[in-house]
Protein backbone atom coordinates (compact mmCIF):
# COMPACT_ATOMS: atom_id res chain seq x y z
CA UNK A 1 0.00 0.00 0.00
CA UNK A 2 2.68 2.61 0.58
CA UNK A 3 4.72 1.68 -2.13
CA UNK A 4 1.75 2.42 -4.22
CA UNK A 5 1.28 5.62 -2.61
CA UNK A 6 4.87 6.21 -3.47
CA UNK A 7 4.28 5.22 -7.25
CA UNK A 8 1.45 8.10 -7.62
CA UNK A 9 2.80 10.92 -5.97
CA UNK A 10 5.68 10.20 -8.63
CA UNK A 11 3.24 10.57 -11.70
CA UNK A 12 1.92 14.51 -12.01
CA UNK A 13 -0.19 16.12 -14.86
CA UNK A 14 1.65 18.76 -16.19
CA UNK A 15 -1.09 21.56 -17.83
CA UNK A 16 -0.16 22.37 -20.90
CA UNK A 17 -1.84 25.47 -23.63
CA UNK A 18 -2.35 24.81 -27.42
CA UNK A 19 -2.35 27.92 -29.83
CA UNK A 20 -4.28 27.39 -32.88
CA UNK A 21 -2.95 29.05 -35.92
CA UNK A 22 -2.99 28.59 -39.82
CA UNK A 23 -0.81 25.41 -39.84
CA UNK A 24 -3.19 22.31 -39.14
CA UNK A 25 -0.93 20.28 -37.67
CA UNK A 26 1.47 22.75 -35.77
CA UNK A 27 0.10 22.60 -31.79
CA UNK A 28 2.49 25.14 -29.80
CA UNK A 29 3.01 24.77 -26.26
CA UNK A 30 3.93 26.80 -23.25
CA UNK A 31 6.72 24.34 -21.69
CA UNK A 32 9.95 26.38 -23.46
CA UNK A 33 13.07 24.28 -22.63
CA UNK A 34 16.02 26.57 -21.98
CA UNK A 35 18.06 27.65 -25.23
CA UNK A 36 21.33 27.14 -23.34
CA UNK A 37 23.15 24.63 -24.86
CA UNK A 38 20.55 23.16 -27.58
CA UNK A 39 22.37 22.98 -31.22
CA UNK A 40 21.45 26.20 -33.46
CA UNK A 41 19.82 24.73 -36.53
CA UNK A 42 19.25 25.97 -40.31
CA UNK A 43 15.94 27.18 -41.86
CA UNK A 44 14.92 24.37 -44.07
CA UNK A 45 11.45 24.61 -46.90
CA UNK A 46 11.51 22.04 -48.86
CA UNK A 47 12.27 18.60 -49.33
CA UNK A 48 16.06 19.31 -51.62
CA UNK A 49 17.62 20.88 -48.08
CA UNK A 50 16.59 24.42 -49.49
CA UNK A 51 14.83 27.48 -48.42
CA UNK A 52 13.91 28.72 -52.35
CA UNK A 53 14.44 25.87 -54.71
CA UNK A 54 15.21 26.03 -58.11
CA UNK A 55 13.08 24.15 -59.16
CA UNK A 56 10.45 26.44 -58.76
CA UNK A 57 12.21 28.92 -61.83
CA UNK A 58 12.83 25.87 -64.33
CA UNK A 59 8.92 26.19 -65.53
CA UNK A 60 8.26 30.06 -66.92
CA UNK A 61 4.82 28.83 -66.69
CA UNK A 62 4.76 27.78 -62.91
CA UNK A 63 3.50 30.29 -60.33
CA UNK A 64 3.80 29.44 -56.87
CA UNK A 65 2.30 31.92 -53.51
CA UNK A 66 4.07 31.68 -50.37
CA UNK A 67 2.01 32.86 -47.45
CA UNK A 68 3.73 34.22 -44.26
CA UNK A 69 1.57 34.82 -41.08
CA UNK A 70 2.78 37.05 -38.12
CA UNK A 71 1.66 39.86 -35.52
CA UNK A 72 2.35 42.69 -34.30
CA UNK A 73 4.67 41.75 -31.83
CA UNK A 74 6.88 39.03 -34.32
CA UNK A 75 7.51 41.28 -37.35
CA UNK A 76 8.68 39.67 -40.03
CA UNK A 77 11.84 41.59 -41.49
CA UNK A 78 14.44 38.93 -40.70
CA UNK A 79 12.46 36.14 -41.92
CA UNK A 80 11.66 38.44 -45.41
CA UNK A 81 15.80 39.53 -45.65
CA UNK A 82 16.22 35.25 -45.67
CA UNK A 83 13.60 34.82 -48.26
CA UNK A 84 16.02 37.65 -50.35
CA UNK A 85 19.01 35.65 -49.44
CA UNK A 86 18.07 32.44 -50.47
CA UNK A 87 16.70 33.88 -53.47
CA UNK A 88 19.71 35.71 -54.92
CA UNK A 89 22.96 34.78 -52.88
CA UNK A 90 21.33 31.19 -53.17
CA UNK A 91 21.16 30.52 -49.30
CA UNK A 92 20.35 32.48 -46.27
CA UNK A 93 23.31 33.41 -44.61
CA UNK A 94 21.45 35.46 -42.10
CA UNK A 95 19.99 32.62 -40.40
CA UNK A 96 21.85 29.36 -41.58
CA UNK A 97 25.69 28.35 -40.31
CA UNK A 98 26.07 25.89 -43.55
CA UNK A 99 26.77 26.89 -46.92
CA UNK A 100 25.58 24.34 -49.72
CA UNK A 101 27.86 22.37 -51.14
CA UNK A 102 26.53 23.51 -54.83
CA UNK A 103 24.71 27.02 -55.02
CA UNK A 104 22.00 27.98 -56.91
CA UNK A 105 23.05 30.13 -60.55
CA UNK A 106 23.70 33.29 -60.08
CA UNK A 107 21.18 34.27 -62.86
CA UNK A 108 18.49 33.62 -60.40
CA UNK A 109 18.63 37.04 -58.50
CA UNK A 110 16.32 39.33 -58.96
CA UNK A 111 13.40 40.29 -56.04
CA UNK A 112 10.89 42.80 -56.16
CA UNK A 113 10.11 43.98 -52.14
CA UNK A 114 6.89 46.24 -51.49
CA UNK A 115 5.27 47.21 -48.81
CA UNK A 116 2.17 49.43 -47.40
CA UNK A 117 3.26 49.53 -43.96
CA UNK A 118 6.96 50.18 -44.11
CA UNK A 119 8.91 53.16 -45.99
CA UNK A 120 11.93 52.05 -48.63
CA UNK A 121 14.74 52.87 -45.99
CA UNK A 122 13.03 49.66 -43.71
CA UNK A 123 13.91 47.39 -46.21
CA UNK A 124 17.28 48.93 -47.72
CA UNK A 125 18.90 49.33 -44.75
CA UNK A 126 18.69 45.89 -43.67
CA UNK A 127 19.53 44.29 -47.02
CA UNK A 128 22.51 46.62 -47.56
CA UNK A 129 23.99 45.06 -43.89
CA UNK A 130 23.33 42.03 -45.67
CA UNK A 131 25.36 42.79 -48.66
CA UNK A 132 22.89 41.74 -50.59
CA UNK A 133 24.12 43.67 -54.10
CA UNK A 134 21.86 46.63 -54.58
CA UNK A 135 21.28 46.19 -58.46
CA UNK A 136 19.41 42.36 -57.22
CA UNK A 137 16.77 43.82 -55.10
CA UNK A 138 13.94 47.03 -56.03
CA UNK A 139 12.17 47.98 -53.30
CA UNK A 140 8.92 49.89 -53.96
CA UNK A 141 7.18 52.00 -51.35
CA UNK A 142 3.48 52.12 -50.77
CA UNK A 143 3.26 53.74 -47.26
CA UNK A 144 4.43 57.24 -48.34
CA UNK A 145 1.72 59.36 -50.53
CA UNK A 146 -0.22 56.70 -51.42
CA UNK A 147 -3.63 57.53 -50.42
CA UNK A 148 -2.73 61.22 -52.42
CA UNK A 149 -1.45 59.42 -55.30
CA UNK A 150 -3.21 56.47 -55.48
CA UNK A 151 -6.27 56.25 -53.96
CA UNK A 152 -8.10 59.47 -54.16
CA UNK A 153 -10.84 60.37 -56.56
CA UNK A 154 -10.26 57.45 -58.34
CA UNK A 155 -12.45 53.89 -59.06
CA UNK A 156 -11.50 50.87 -57.61
CA UNK A 157 -10.68 48.81 -60.68
CA UNK A 158 -7.88 52.18 -61.52
CA UNK A 159 -6.80 52.17 -58.28
CA UNK A 160 -5.89 48.38 -58.81
CA UNK A 161 -5.13 48.37 -62.22
CA UNK A 162 -2.23 51.21 -61.54
CA UNK A 163 -0.52 49.53 -58.76
CA UNK A 164 -0.75 46.26 -60.76
CA UNK A 165 1.60 48.24 -63.49
CA UNK A 166 3.65 49.95 -61.04
CA UNK A 167 4.76 46.15 -60.02
CA UNK A 168 4.75 45.33 -63.88
CA UNK A 169 7.02 48.05 -64.48
CA UNK A 170 9.82 46.80 -61.72
CA UNK A 171 9.01 43.33 -62.96
CA UNK A 172 10.23 43.97 -66.44
CA UNK A 173 12.85 46.31 -65.54
CA UNK A 174 14.52 43.25 -64.15
CA UNK A 175 16.68 40.85 -65.87
CA UNK A 176 16.42 36.84 -64.47
CA UNK A 177 13.61 34.65 -62.61
CA UNK A 178 11.89 37.30 -59.84
CA UNK A 179 10.29 36.69 -56.92
CA UNK A 180 7.82 39.38 -55.29
CA UNK A 181 7.29 40.11 -51.79
CA UNK A 182 4.31 42.13 -50.60
CA UNK A 183 3.67 43.39 -47.30
CA UNK A 184 0.31 43.52 -46.00
CA UNK A 185 -2.38 44.17 -48.96
CA UNK A 186 -4.87 43.17 -46.88
CA UNK A 187 -4.69 46.76 -45.93
CA UNK A 188 -6.42 47.40 -49.19
CA UNK A 189 -9.69 46.48 -48.14
CA UNK A 190 -9.66 49.41 -45.56
CA UNK A 191 -7.63 51.72 -48.02
CA UNK A 192 -9.77 51.38 -51.02
CA UNK A 193 -13.49 52.23 -50.09
CA UNK A 194 -16.63 49.05 -50.85
CA UNK A 195 -13.13 46.85 -51.71
CA UNK A 196 -14.11 43.12 -51.13
CA UNK A 197 -11.15 40.57 -50.95
CA UNK A 198 -12.77 38.47 -54.19
CA UNK A 199 -12.06 41.79 -55.86
CA UNK A 200 -8.50 42.18 -54.12
CA UNK A 201 -8.01 38.34 -55.80
CA UNK A 202 -9.43 39.17 -59.02
CA UNK A 203 -7.86 41.94 -59.98
CA UNK A 204 -4.20 42.31 -58.09
CA UNK A 205 -3.01 39.55 -56.38
CA UNK A 206 -4.03 36.81 -58.80
CA UNK A 207 -2.40 39.03 -61.77
CA UNK A 208 0.47 39.53 -60.02
CA UNK A 209 1.80 36.25 -59.35
CA UNK A 210 0.72 35.14 -62.99
CA UNK A 211 3.73 37.90 -63.62
CA UNK A 212 6.55 35.80 -61.24
CA UNK A 213 7.26 32.69 -60.59
CA UNK A 214 6.60 33.11 -56.61
CA UNK A 215 4.55 35.60 -55.00
CA UNK A 216 4.95 36.10 -51.47
CA UNK A 217 2.49 37.57 -49.36
CA UNK A 218 3.03 38.88 -45.47
CA UNK A 219 0.20 39.16 -43.73
CA UNK A 220 -0.67 40.39 -40.22
CA UNK A 221 -3.10 37.97 -38.58
CA UNK A 222 -3.88 40.12 -35.29
CA UNK A 223 -7.68 40.12 -36.95
CA UNK A 224 -8.12 36.95 -35.66
CA UNK A 225 -7.52 38.32 -32.05
CA UNK A 226 -10.44 40.72 -32.60
CA UNK A 227 -14.26 39.92 -31.81
CA UNK A 228 -16.16 39.71 -34.74
CA UNK A 229 -18.63 41.87 -33.54
CA UNK A 230 -16.69 44.83 -33.67
CA UNK A 231 -16.02 45.08 -37.41
CA UNK A 232 -18.36 42.28 -38.84
CA UNK A 233 -17.95 43.29 -42.53
CA UNK A 234 -14.36 44.78 -42.56
CA UNK A 235 -13.16 41.55 -40.18
CA UNK A 236 -15.44 38.98 -42.54
CA UNK A 237 -13.53 40.23 -45.39
CA UNK A 238 -9.94 40.27 -44.37
CA UNK A 239 -10.29 36.64 -42.71
CA UNK A 240 -11.70 35.36 -46.41
CA UNK A 241 -8.57 36.97 -47.59
CA UNK A 242 -6.43 35.11 -45.33
CA UNK A 243 -8.16 31.89 -45.66
CA UNK A 244 -8.16 32.00 -49.92
CA UNK A 245 -4.22 32.99 -49.48
CA UNK A 246 -3.41 30.13 -47.66
CA UNK A 247 -5.60 27.46 -50.02
CA UNK A 248 -3.43 29.05 -52.80
CA UNK A 249 -0.60 29.00 -51.29
CA UNK A 250 2.02 26.30 -51.76
CA UNK A 251 3.35 26.82 -48.21
CA UNK A 252 2.35 28.69 -45.16
CA UNK A 253 4.83 30.19 -43.26
CA UNK A 254 3.42 31.35 -39.32
CA UNK A 255 5.33 33.61 -37.04
CA UNK A 256 3.99 33.25 -33.19
CA UNK A 257 4.83 34.85 -30.05
CA UNK A 258 5.34 33.24 -26.62
CA UNK A 259 1.84 32.15 -25.09
CA UNK A 260 3.79 32.01 -22.09
CA UNK A 261 5.03 35.93 -22.32
CA UNK A 262 8.51 36.98 -22.36
CA UNK A 263 11.82 34.55 -22.52
CA UNK A 264 15.31 36.05 -22.95
CA UNK A 265 16.45 33.25 -24.87
CA UNK A 266 13.38 32.61 -27.32
CA UNK A 267 11.41 35.59 -29.08
CA UNK A 268 8.45 33.29 -30.63
CA UNK A 269 8.36 30.10 -32.67
CA UNK A 270 7.68 29.58 -36.48
CA UNK A 271 5.51 26.71 -37.63
CA UNK A 272 6.62 25.53 -41.45
CA UNK A 273 3.31 23.71 -43.05
CA UNK A 274 1.94 23.01 -46.65
CA UNK A 275 -0.79 25.22 -47.97
CA UNK A 276 -3.61 24.38 -49.76
CA UNK A 277 -2.52 23.90 -53.35
CA UNK A 278 0.66 21.59 -54.86
CA UNK A 279 3.84 23.32 -56.11
CA UNK A 280 4.00 24.03 -59.68
CA UNK A 281 7.05 22.75 -61.14
CA UNK A 282 8.48 20.39 -64.02
CA UNK A 283 6.61 16.85 -64.65
CA UNK A 284 8.38 14.37 -62.67
CA UNK A 285 10.11 16.48 -60.00
CA UNK A 286 9.67 15.17 -56.42
CA UNK A 287 9.60 18.48 -54.71
CA UNK A 288 7.34 18.96 -51.13
CA UNK A 289 7.57 21.04 -48.23
CA UNK A 290 9.32 20.26 -44.90
CA UNK A 291 6.68 20.47 -42.19
CA UNK A 292 8.64 21.88 -39.04
CA UNK A 293 8.48 23.65 -35.90
CA UNK A 294 11.10 26.24 -34.99
CA UNK A 295 11.79 28.38 -31.76
CA UNK A 296 13.54 31.47 -33.13
CA UNK A 297 15.57 34.05 -31.00
CA UNK A 298 16.07 37.82 -32.26
CA UNK A 299 18.44 39.52 -31.40
CA UNK A 300 20.17 43.05 -32.62
CA UNK A 301 21.73 41.62 -35.31
CA UNK A 302 21.01 38.58 -36.10
CA UNK A 303 18.08 35.64 -35.32
CA UNK A 304 18.95 31.97 -34.49
CA UNK A 305 16.84 29.13 -35.14
CA UNK A 306 16.37 26.21 -33.18
CA UNK A 307 13.94 22.77 -33.29
CA UNK A 308 11.10 22.46 -30.36
Not at 297 to 302: H, N, V
Amino acid sequence: MKNRKNEEKKCQVIPVRVEVNFCPTSLTTTNQRPMSGVQRQDLVLFSDQSVMPAQLFENSNSHNLFFITHQSSTQPLWLINALVEAHVLGFPGSLNESVPSSLSSATRSHAVVASFIHEQNHFKNSLNKLKIPSNSYTVLDFLSDFMINTVVNRSRDKILADLLAKFSAAIQNASADIIVIIEQPELLLSLINGLTYSELNNKFITPLLKQCQVLIIVSNSDIFNIDDYDFPLRSSNLQNFYKSSFIKSVINLNLNPLKSGFAKDVTGSLHVCRGGAPIATLPNTNLHVVENEYLYLSEKESTKLFYR
